[in-house]
């Protein structure tokens, strides 16, 4: 079982940005080079939204095309931590942002199924002046 604990959500205005983490754990030699990891999104009254997803197991990322160009997911070399670089934010970005994880997965296949049991508990982001 793999533990995921996101942190970094908040009230940012429109045009901000806010940086989320995701510190991941597991079994001993836990490690996220065997799986994919990413952020999915579900605001009021919307479907959960898989926004950015990295495979530490093929070096790929995803990004919905919604967040293209405005957010950064990335990895501190050999740890498991995974960063969400969200910039130049709007309204329709609040939501409330969780953490997967899935092993032997491509970004891809983790953020257009959200095939897993693996999820933190959301951490909440606010775009509103």
């Known amino acids: 079982q793999v533990q995921l604990v996101e942190s970094g959500g908040g009230l940012v205005q429109p045009g901000g940005s806010l940086t989320l983490s995701c510190e991941a754990s597991?079994?001993?030699?836990?490690?996220?080079?065997?799986?994919?990891i990413g952020w999915f999104r579900q605001g009021p009254e919307k479907e959960r939204e898989g926004v950015s997803c990295?495979?530490?197991?093929?070096?790929?990322?995803y990004y919905a095309d919604s967040v293209k160009g405005r957010f950064t997911i990335s990895r501190v070399h050999a740890k498991n931590t995974v960063f969400l670089r969200m910039a130049n934010l709007r309204p329709e970005d609040t939501a409330i942002y969780y953490c997967?994880?899935?092993?032997?997965?491509?970004?891809?296949?983790?953020?257009?199924?959200?095939?897993?049991?693996?999820w933190g508990q959301g951490t909440q982001v606010t775009v509103s002046s």
């Open positions: 997967a994880a899935v092993a032997f997965a491509s970004a891809q296949a983790l953020c257009t199924s959200a095939a897993t049991d693996n």
């Open positions: 597991g079994p001993s030699a836990f490690s996220l080079d065997y799986y994919a």
């Open positions: 990295y495979s530490g197991v093929n070096r790929n990322t």
